[in-house]
């Protein structure tokens, strides 16, 4: 039965799973989360169980996952390669929400899944690393090599996690800027045992066939399936990613 104060659309669906806390018992049963109104202003790593969070953004992101993976195969066929640029940082933290840190800008939830070379069978426990630019175009850290050599306070809009036993993943994030003559972009590495290891770059849609496009000498053929039609969703960017690896 459906939570009688759950929202009507999938975009908020996914963000609540990602701000409901446990109740207390005036919530209710130890299942039931409290309403929105009690945890709006609560930070999430305050208050999520980031086990369950994940388990619940999956779970509520894969009708929209199915609705992409549908729609993006088989003619895209694998998922290109890109560059990935000078700011990769290994071993960024685990966790489905890169902006800990909570840096200003729109919000942006994003989910998909991880296909093998058929485009059809979905790859379990691959890791997925994503890392973006600021609002203000900025990496943090602006700079490269092991996660061990920067602080924690420098490291945001970067992390990773493992895909479930149906292949899908999430993150929630802010859009990030644009800098120099780069479109609007997500890096992404993206592995698993028995397949090629994949590194590339995600765009927006709404700037394909842009000047901007024209004028961004990176990455020049990119499939359609790598241009992300993301949607609004009461101010949250919402988009889908699926990604299909060769096999090794």
Same mark, same amino acid.
């Given at each position: ?20 806390? @446990?109740?207390?018992?005036?919530? /209710?049963?130890?299942? *039931?989360?409290? %309403? &929105?109104?009690? +945890?709006?202003? =609560? #930070? ?61 800008? @729109?919000?942006?939830?994003?989910? /998909?899944?991880?296909? *093998?070379?058929? %485009? &059809?069978?979905? +790859?379990?426990? =691959? #890791? ?121």
């Amino acid at each position: 039965m459906a939570r009688p104060d759950a929202p009507p659309t999938l975009g908020q669906r996914i963000a609540l799973c990602c701000t409901w806390r @446990r109740a207390p018992p005036a919530c /209710g049963s130890k299942r *039931r989360p409290c %309403g &929105l109104e009690h +945890v709006v202003e =609560a #930070r999430f790593r305050m208050h999520v169980d980031m086990k369950d969070a994940r388990r619940r953004l999956l779970r509520h992101a894969g009708a929209l996952g199915m609705l992409a993976s549908s729609s993006a195969w088989p003619h895209c066929g694998p998922t290109g390669s890109a560059t990935e640029g000078p700011f990769y940082v290994a071993h960024a933290p685990q966790g489905i929400d890169l902006n800990p840190a909570r840096m200003p800008g @729109r919000p942006m939830r994003i989910a /998909g899944t991880v296909f *093998r070379e058929d %485009g &059809l069978t979905p +790859v379990a426990g =691959a #890791r997925v690393e994503v890392w973006h630019a600021d609002d203000g175009g900025s990496y943090h850290p602006n700079g490269s090599g092991d996660i061990a050599r920067y602080r924690r306070s420098d490291i945001n809009l970067r992390g990773e996690t493992t895909t479930d036993s149906a292949g899908r993943y999430a993150f929630t994030s802010i859009v990030p800027g644009h800098y120099g003559d780069r479109r609007r972009h997500i890096h992404w590495k993206v592995s698993a045992p028995g397949q090629q290891a994949l590194t590339t770059q995600s765009y927006w849609l709404d700037e394909r066939g842009t000047d901007r496009e024209r004028r961004d000498s990176t990455d020049r053929h990119v499939e359609a399936c790598r241009w992300i039609a993301f949607r609004d969703e009461q101010g949250t960017a919402v988009g889908v990613f699926d990604v299909v690896l060769r096999n090794a």
